[in-house]
């Protein structure tokens, strides 16, 4: 059973920056974050692959930078730049040996 526990969210001001962690109970090769808005669907944010590759949603590119420490099993995601537009539960995701499992969500308010 893979078990993913989320941190770092909270309350921004526009502009400002956040970092949140996703910790794995195992080594994956295939994470990222996810997030929902008020009144949307859960969409992609970022996502980091086999060999570290890496894929953004546009509306962030440029201001997130996903990335992981291997040796800790843990899953970062740099937020900078922070509009309201980005707040969101954000959720980690894992696909291991072909099952998707979720974190339990972090809540990202940017507010002034």
């Known amino acids: 059973q893979v078990q993913l526990v989320e941190s770092g969210g909270g309350l921004v001001q526009p502009g400002g920056s956040l970092r949140l962690s996703c910790a794995a109970s195992?080594?994956?090769?295939?994470m990222g974050w996810f997030r929902q808005g008020p009144g949307k669907q859960r969409s992609l944010v970022a996502i980091?692959?086999?060999?570290?590759?890496?894929n953004y949603q546009d509306s962030v590119k440029g201001r997130f930078t996903i990335s992981r420490d291997t040796a800790k099993n843990t899953l970062y995601l740099q937020m900078n730049s922070l509009n309201p537009e980005d707040t969101a539960v954000y959720y980690c995701?894992?696909?291991?040996?072909?099952?998707?499992?979720w974190g339990q969500g972090t809540q990202v308010t940017v507010s002034s």
């Open positions: 995701y894992a696909l291991y040996s072909g099952t998707a499992y």
């Open positions: 980091i692959t086999t060999g570290d590759a890496t």
């Open positions: 195992v080594s994956i090769n295939v």
